[in-house]
């Protein structure tokens, strides 16, 4: 039997599931493009060593705010589970 607590569980279930599947996506869209642009500036011959160095920062960056946003949506997620979790007092 479906209890109002266990209806609310699925549904975070579900968004959570959705959210890291979106999030992943991304991050292996943006894998790629990185792979992409790191073989252009490699094989360009104009202002290479500056430029990896600022395409390296940015690939850093860009990895440590994915990063940060995955955690902070995990217990978000861990968050709304335990206050909707069956048997908890209201």
Do not use: H
Not at 42 to 65: F, R, V
């Amino acid at each position: 039997m479906f209890t109002p607590e266990r209806i609310a569980t699925e549904m975070i279930n579900f968004y959570k599931t959705a959210t890291f599947n979106a999030c992943n996506s991304m991050a292996l869209f943006q894998e790629q493009a990185e792979k992409i642009y790191t073989t252009m500036v490699e094989q360009g011959l104009n202002a290479q060593k500056e430029g990896m160095k600022l395409w390296q920062g940015c690939l850093e960056n860009n990895k440590k705010t994915r990063d940060e946003f995955n955690k902070m949506m995990g217990e978000s997620f861990d968050r709304a589970q335990e206050f909707f979790a069956p048997g908890k007092a209201a």
